[in-house]
């Protein structure tokens, strides 16, 4: 297990990439977008991906965030919730929905 410098923690778990953000009593467990959307083989629909991509870069235009490559995106497999790496990996921005994302916050890396 790894920690980034954007506080992210990675760790492979039967080669699956996942990253965690711990909070008191809260663990918040993710897949990259690619490996969210891969069907059961194991393949994934570039289609299927650049539509997600251009959803989620619509959804954060509108509120002042670009979001620069496919691989910042992370989808809760268990809830409709998207987690976006923006400013460098400064601050993580959370949306929510499934054909509409709405802007639900953000979580942001504290300097020490």
């Known amino acids: ?3 980034s410098e954007n ?14 953000i711990a909070k ?12 969210y959307l891969e069907d059961q083989s194991g393949s994934v629909d570039n ?16 509120h002042g965030y670009q979001v620069k490559s496919v691989n910042d995106i992370y989808h809760n497999a268990r ?7 923006v400013d460098g990996g400064k601050r993580i921005i959370i949306l929510e929905g499934f054909n509409h994302l709405s ?10």
């Open 79 to 85: 809830k409709s919730y998207y987690y976006v790496l």
């Open 7 to 20: 506080g992210v923690m990675t760790t492979d778990s039967d080669d699956i990439d996942i990253f965690l």
């Open 103 to 112: 802007y639900t916050g953000y979580f942001e890396r504290e300097d020490k």
């Open 1 to 3: 297990m790894t920690i």
């Open 47 to 62: 289609g299927e991906v650049q539509k997600e991509f251009a959803k989620v870069q619509k959804s954060l235009k509108s």
């Open 24 to 35: 008191p009593l809260d663990i918040l467990i993710a897949k990259p977008l690619k490996e």
